[in-house]
């Protein structure tokens, strides 16, 4: 089987195409999503977040998705572009916690072909 | 957005030394820093949480006696890794919260280090 701490789930997208990113969640009792984006050799930049009570929530050109039922997350990018080529990670928090520590997912590389 | 700046970007020590990696927040004050590790391929891995005037919180299978936090002051915090072996080559990555009514995590941009 794959060995996901060794290798990250590649997504490669023709440039101008659409792009999904999925994350599966772990802790049902996390009310806080946010989406970074990492660039090689750089830190995480926020991209978008969403709470429990909302199931979308539309940036510029990002969607982010929530289904609480089965703990999923996912990223939409329209109309990918080169420099949308990184590495994507979801991250939970329970807000109500009162620690501010966000759990990270695995982790998506997108490479977009120009 | 706020800015957080981590220094240095990349050391390389000798195996057996210890160094310094600062973070810090530069247009606002922070309550709450976290330490991160990142291992090439993977995610980030929450190493500390570090609050301003007193110990920082370990999780676990972090050694703290290896791993220094200081929060010294509201802008600045630090990690040394002592007695550095190559097996603590990896990214480390800051974040800074300014809280407690703003909870928005701002990262810094890493710190690769290597030991040789």
């Known amino acids: 089987g794959e060995s996901v701490g060794l290798h990250l789930p590649t997504l490669s997208v023709q440039e101008g195409d659409n792009s999904i990113i999925n994350c599966a969640y772990s802790?049902?009792?996390?009310?806080?999503f946010i989406w970074y984006k990492q660039e090689s050799g750089k830190g995480p930049q926020f991209i978008i977040d969403i709470r429990s009570n909302m199931d979308k929530r539309q940036g510029q050109r990002v969607t982010v998705l929530l289904n609480k039922t089965v703990k999923h997350l996912s990223l939409q990018i329209a109309a990918t572009q080169p420099g949308d080529s990184a590495v994507y990670f979801c991250?939970?928090?329970?807000?109500?916690?009162?620690?501010?520590?966000?759990?990270f997912g695995k982790g998506t590389k997108l490479s977009v072909i120009p | 957005g706020a800015v957080v700046s981590q220094h240095p970007s990349r050391v390389i020590c000798k195996s057996g030394t210890s160094v310094k990696i600062e973070c810090r927040s530069l247009?606002?004050?922070?309550?709450?820093m976290f330490w991160y590790r990142q291992f090439p391929k993977q995610s980030l891995m929450l190493m500390a949480t570090?609050?301003?005037?007193?110990?920082?919180?370990?999780e676990q299978g972090v050694e703290k006696d290896k791993f220094l936090i200081n929060h010294a002051s509201l802008t600045l915090s630090t990690l040394t890794v002592t007695s550095a072996h190559p097996e603590d080559s990896s990214f480390y990555i800051c974040s800074a919260i300014p809280g407690p009514t703003n909870t928005e995590a701002f990262f810094g941009q890493g710190t690769r280090l290597t030991v040789v």
């Open positions: 991250a939970e928090n329970i807000s109500g916690a009162g620690s501010y520590q966000l759990t």
């Open positions: 570090s609050n301003e005037g007193s110990k920082a919180t370990y």
């Open positions: 247009d606002f004050q922070a309550t709450t």
């Open positions: 802790n049902s009792a996390s009310d806080y």
